[in-house]
């Protein structure tokens, strides 16, 4: 991920979000880095409740209570996005960026046709200068560019199948060729031959620069392997490691991100032969979590220092990144002037 700045398209730093609950706050987003280049597919993966969903929110600029940002700096396409008014971020999502959240294509109205919801949606984003048969026309083209037929405008929501749901919601959520899409599990809800369909659609509407680079969040390590080019691994709100895709997968170096890998039911031969075991333990609680390196109530190779002081997000190579003592504060850079630098 070295290079020069120029074809950056998201950069968080340090970035802290938390949940506001009667009994003080959750820090699902405490402290994470992350990059984003044009015509990058990147993932991020975890266990259920890591934060990641909630990282997604937080780079779109989407902190409505009980989520607030709290501190770090996010750049969208140049734009500090939490620097603008709301109404400013409204106009910039859809444009610089979009988000298709988890469960999308089962919020659409089942009492409206796709035709009706588009136009609904593109008049949020035109108030004047665009009349609704140049919307339909702009939706048209790009049903046809995802394998839709203009006839699917015409039509229910219930009278879709999951895919073609999951097509229109992703044709909606493209009309205006956003520089950055952000996927919240996509193939969750989806058979496995749908699921590939979909990836290979997801893959295409980055490399026919439909859209300009993509952030896929999934539990799913196997179906984020096909298709992105980076990987970062979340754990109690923080990042544990972040590497090119092959290099995590062939060799993970955050106990967290190994246990991760070798829990994983997969048909690739490099995980496979790996021994299939669970993570032992459970996520410690994030509205007040413990002292030092979150995992160390799990981890194999905890040290006494583990449980006394939080590991820096250490860059030990130019693109990985990992938060953890086995591999020491003299081995690398801190992340966070890296990204700057």
Not at 55 to 74: H, Q
Not at 106 to 115: C, G
Request: net charge neutral; glycine share 8%.
């Amino acid at each position: 991920m070295d290079g020069g700045n120029h074809d950056i398209l998201i950069e968080a730093v340090d970035v802290k979000g938390y949940y506001d609950v009667p009994k003080g706050y959750v820090r699902a987003v405490d402290g994470c880095t992350l990059k984003l280049r044009q015509e990058e597919i990147i993932g991020i993966a975890g266990e259920s409740g890591c934060g990641k969903s909630t990282f997604g929110k937080i780079l779109m600029g989407y902190d409505k209570p009980p989520l607030r940002m709290v501190s770090g700096t996010i750049t969208v396409n140049g734009v500090n996005i939490y620097s603008v008014t709301w109404n400013e971020r409204k106009r910039i999502w859809g444009s610089s960026i979009a988000m298709i959240p988890q469960y999308s294509m089962n919020s659409l109205n089942p009492t409206r046709k796709i035709r009706n919801l588009i136009v609904d949606a593109m008049r949020e984003k035109f108030r004047t200068g665009i009349s609704e048969s140049e919307m339909v026309q702009r939706a048209e083209h790009r049903f046809k560019d995802l394998g839709l037929s203009s006839t699917a405008l015409d039509m229910f929501p219930f009278e879709m199948s999951g895919g073609m749901k999951q097509r229109a919601v992703i044709a909606i959520s493209t009309l205006l060729n956003p520089k950055v899409l952000i996927v919240d599990e996509p193939t969750s809800a989806l058979d496995v031959s749908t699921q590939r369909l979909l990836l290979e659609l997801l893959y295409y509407i980055v490399k026919r620069k439909i859209v300009g680079s993509m952030i896929i969040i999934s539990h799913d390590i196997a179906s984020l392997r096909q298709i992105c080019d980076y990987m970062y691994i979340m754990y109690a709100g923080k990042i544990a490691e972040s590497a090119p895709m092959e290099r995590m997968i062939e060799h993970p170096l955050h106990p967290y991100a190994k246990l991760l890998l070798d829990a994983v039911v997969t048909p690739e031969p490099e995980i496979r032969k790996r021994k299939l075991e669970g993570i032992p333990g459970a996520p410690p609680q994030l509205i007040k979590p413990s002292i030092g390196c979150r995992f160390s109530d799990r981890c194999p190779h905890v040290m006494d220092r583990c449980k006394s002081e939080e590991p820096p997000y250490l860059a030990l190579e130019p693109d990985r990144f990992v938060a953890c003592w086995l591999y020491g504060e003299g081995m690398g850079t801190d992340a966070r002037r890296h990204d700057q630098s």
